[in-house]
């Protein structure tokens, strides 16, 4: 494997306008995930006065479980023409988004068009993040990265407000609702700006559908370095999404910064996102995922510990801002990493499985976070969660070669 030659900086822009497939990827992509942060918050305020917090429990749980199915959606991306099989996603969430609207259905309908969504979802991500070799330059894949990374924060900074105003709007939910069910519809529109690109599986290749996922997770299980990539990024969101859940108790309780405090707090992180995005978007060409994903675990480890010493608001707010950047840059690693070392036969269900591990890592946060602060109290349970996020480094470096495939 040799080291990638150095190269200027490239900004976004220049790397949008020479490839006209690629900024229809990320135009779709972003597209649909603004649709999704505005769906999530107007069914939540949907939900929450008509069937309290179990509602909005079922609702969350029915859209996160499908995430869990991530080696078995990989097996499409992987067997499928990609272009066709995201069109035929985006167009069925379009119809079940706005077969929600019209309806506006009781708790048991409305749980089962969630979990439909969130099985279109799990099938197009891994499709999605498939695509970035095929459609760039090696040396151009963290920026690449970068970019989808950027328009994967509009579902947690613009869509959730535009999804409250939305929804407050005449028409309530049933106005964000069809906004989303267009913006689905739009993402498929822009989706036709792919080429038509040949499916990643040989056909004469092929058996079952289970057949092929296990052969996925033998893949990952048997290849070290993507096994502990895998591995590593399971234990990363089971310690750092704890903030998820004691962060409004540091803010509230300990600092008492009341709930405008958590608010600004919270944003910090997608804000820290944004900017690390943005930054990536030029600095990362040519440079080594591997040294980007190593920074950027320390980088979260370190915000998330300082989150627990924090004596004031605005020190909660550059530690929220420092781990919501490193956050950011360790997808951009991960996936970059991941397109690296895969062949592309493999890289749908690798992608999928990678899906699932984050999902299970959040699972364990919550669980945990919730327990944590109970027993320890808030501070404590940042200053772990942190130090738990650092000691990942200890698993990850050693693991991984230092140089990389061109």
């Not at 040799?2 to 190269?7: I, Y």
């Not at 993402?187 to 004469?204: F, K, V």
């Not at 707090?265 to 994903?293: D, E, K, Q």
């Not at 000691?391 to 693991?399: A, K, M, N, T």
Request: net charge positive; charged share 10%.
């Amino acid at each position: 494997m040799a080291e990638p030659s150095p190269a200027a900086p490239v900004s976004g822009t220049r790397l949008l306008a020479a490839n006209p497939a690629f900024r229809s990827l990320c135009a779709s992509r972003a597209v649909s995930f603004l649709g999704d942060g505005i769906t999530t918050t107007a069914l939540v305020l949907l939900v929450a006065p008509r069937d309290g917090p179990t509602g909005v429990g079922l609702l969350l749980s029915a859209n996160a479980l499908p995430r869990l199915g991530g080696p078995l959606a990989g097996v499409l991306a992987d067997r499928v023409r990609t272009r066709r099989l995201m069109m035929r996603c985006e167009l069925a969430s379009a119809l079940v988004i706005g077969l929600t609207a019209i309806t506006l259905p009781p708790l048991p309908v409305l749980t089962g068009l969630v979990a439909v969504a969130g099985i279109l979802a799990t099938i197009r991500n891994p499709a999605g993040r498939s695509l970035v070799p095929v459609l760039v330059d090696a040396v151009d894949r963290a920026p690449a990265n970068a970019l989808l990374g950027l328009g994967r924060t509009l579902t947690l900074t613009v869509g959730p407000g535009l999804g409250g105003m939305l929804a407050a709007a005449p028409g309530g939910a049933r106005t964000a609702l069809a906004v989303d069910a267009v913006t689905f519809i739009a993402s498929a529109l822009l989706l036709r700006g792919l080429p038509a690109i040949a499916p990643a599986r040989d056909p004469g290749a092929r058996t079952g559908v289970w057949a092929e996922a296990g052969e996925g997770l033998r893949y990952v299980v048997a290849n070290r370095q993507i096994s502990v990539l895998v591995l590593s990024l399971f234990l990363l969101v089971a310690f750092a999404a704890v903030d998820n859940v004691a962060l409004v108790f540091l803010t509230g309780d300990v600092i008492h910064a009341g709930p405008a405090g958590y608010g600004v707090a919270a944003s910090a992180f997608g804000a820290g996102m944004v900017l690390a995005s943005l930054a990536c978007t030029r600095l990362t060409r040519g440079r080594r995922p591997i040294a980007l994903l190593i920074v950027a675990v320390a980088a979260t480890g370190a915000g998330t510990i300082v989150n627990g010493l924090a004596p004031f608001l605005v020190v909660v707010v550059a530690a929220q801002l420092l781990a919501g950047a490193g956050n950011a840059v360790e997808n951009i690693g991960y996936d970059t990493v991941v397109q690296d070392f895969v062949p592309r036969p493999f890289l749908g269900r690798v992608f999928g499985t990678i899906g699932t591990a984050a999902q299970l890592g959040a699972g364990v946060a919550y669980g945990l976070g919730s327990f944590l602060v109970g027993v320890v109290g808030v501070r404590t349970t940042f200053v772990l969660a942190g130090t738990g996020t650092l000691l990942v480094l200890f698993l990850l470096v050693p693991s991984l070669p230092r140089q990389d495939v061109p």
